[in-house]
């Protein structure tokens, strides 16, 4: 038992959060549309709810992909976030067909909704709620990509730096983001079905709302699925690249790998030495470069090789984070 407690700590927790507050609002939301039968209050409910699944599931995958090492699974449990988050997806998909399909029917048979106060009021504080752990997201993905940022300058900057975030905070990210808009959306719905008689505006809504889950469906699909086939990472193979430089013994790279394992790195290089020096030397050499890419932020593999330098320069050296 204490080890799963110690594996759980280690879990995402912008995902945990999200899915704790979206059962809250699924709850709320889905207790709303029993009393009202209001369409665009059935679609915010399903998308809470396939959040709240989705941010479940990414919790468990995020902490179990923490595992260390076995005799059966000596690469480690890395990948497994990225194959519970293509399962994650399924369940949105499920919720974004349901929700398109209900705003179908509402359109062609359009129905007047009642319990406007308590729809408006139930949308507006879960928008409120959503745009909360939204805006924890954004400051996960600065703290995760080591990026400053105060005040509205998170919001920006969260945006640019979302890409290089870990799976499940993009995950939260995107669905919260999705949420809040989704919210809002269902609110102009609501005002329209009931001020302009335009009782359409919601099944519309919801068809919106719907095409908006799927996109995220579409998004986590593609960024899961690079990271289950183990996608290398550019700029920070560039950014160690420019380390090993630093170091006079290594006089070129021949090859360099950074690949993503779920939210770690796992780095192999095979690197071109004075032939000159003795095995013990290399040793220490070895010893401190792999000390020292271990040290950087998502490492958890080094792997070297060392080959003697043939005078044949290989890695461009001009490809780095700052002119990449």
Excluded: C
């Amino acid at each position: 038992m204490p080890q799963k407690e110690n594996i759980f700590k280690k879990g995402n927790k912008s995902s945990l959060i999200a899915a704790i507050v979206n059962t809250i609002i699924a709850v709320i939301k889905g207790s709303a549309y029993f009393f009202t039968g209001n369409v665009a209050m059935f679609a915010e409910t399903m998308h809470s709810l396939g959040d709240a699944a989705n941010q479940f599931f990414v919790f468990i995958g995020s902490a179990l992909s923490k595992k260390a090492p076995t005799d059966r699974y000596p690469n480690g449990f890395g990948r497994l976030v990225n194959l519970v988050l293509l399962g994650a997806v399924i369940i949105v998909g499920i919720m974004s067909y349901e929700t398109i399909k209900e705003g179908y029917h509402h359109i062609l048979h359009p129905v007047e909704s009642t319990g406007l106060v308590i729809n408006l009021s139930v949308l507006a504080a879960a928008v409120l709620l959503e745009a909360f752990v939204l805006y924890k997201a954004m400051k996960e993905v600065l703290h995760e990509t080591h990026v400053e940022a105060k005040g509205l300058a998170i919001v920006g900057k969260s945006f640019s730096s979302l890409k290089r975030a870990k799976p499940a905070t993009k995950l939260v990210f995107m669905e919260d983001l999705v949420a809040t808009f989704g919210g809002i959306i269902a609110i102009i719905g609501i005002l329209l079905s009931y001020f302009a008689g335009w009782h359409a505006a919601e099944g519309i809504a919801s068809i919106i709302i719907g095409l908006m889950m799927f996109y995220v469906v579409g998004r986590v699909f593609l960024d899961n699925a690079k990271g289950a086939l183990g996608e290398a990472d550019d700029a920070f193979e560039a950014e160690i690249a420019k380390y090993i430089f630093q170091n006079p013994e290594i006089k070129d790279i021949q090859t360099l790998f950074a690949i993503k394992e779920g939210e770690d790195f796992h780095i192999e290089m095979k690197l071109e030495i004075d032939p000159s020096l003795t095995v013990a030397q290399a040793d220490d050499i070895k010893d401190r470069i792999r000390g020292e890419i271990l040290a950087m932020k998502g490492v958890t593999h080094v792997s070297i090789e060392f080959d003697e330098d043939d005078g044949i320069q290989t890695w461009d050296e001009t490809f780095t984070p700052e002119h990449s």
